[in-house]
Nanobody, 122 residues
Framework: QLQASGGGLVQAGDSLRLSCAAS????????MGWFRQAPGKEREFVAAITWSGGSTFYADSVKGRFTISRDNAKNTVYLQMNSLKPEDTAVYYC?????????????????WGQGTQVTVSS
């Protein structure tokens, strides 16, 4: 199971850190990803990290502003979001993938958290 938290209402330019706590002994072997879905839009890829944390991948829209990281000892993946923009407003979902090759599309992930709302006001 995945439990996302850390969302909230912030102003443009502010920062937030999302957390996703995972249960299960195999967390450290999974690719972890963050996706987001804005009202009326499809779910889109935000970031992903390999099982070791050695490689990270980002959507162009967040590159340089967001940082994904993981702590396998705590079974937790994080998304540090800086310089937030109103267009970052969405429900953010964490997801896990039972393979070691990163995927950047929703069907590539096997388990999903419940989502946490991020709202950025201008």
């Amino acid at each position: 199971q995945l439990q996302a938290s850390g969302g909230g209402l912030v102003q443009a330019g502010d920062s937030l850190r999302l957390s996703c706590a995972a249960s299960g002994r195999t967390f450290s072997s999974y690719v972890m990803g963050w996706f987001r879905q804005a009202p009326g839009k499809e779910r889109e890829f935000v970031a992903a990290i390999t099982w070791s944390g050695g490689s990270t991948f980002y959507a162009d829209s967040v590159k340089g502003r967001f940082t994904i990281s993981r702590d396998n000892a705590k079974n937790t993946v994080y998304l540090q979001m800086n310089s937030l923009k109103p267009e970052d407003t969405a429900v953010y979902y964490c997801a896990s993938r039972r393979q070691r090759v990163v995927a950047t599309t929703s069907p590539g992930y096997d388990y999903w958290g419940q989502g946490t709302q991020v709202t950025v006001s201008s």
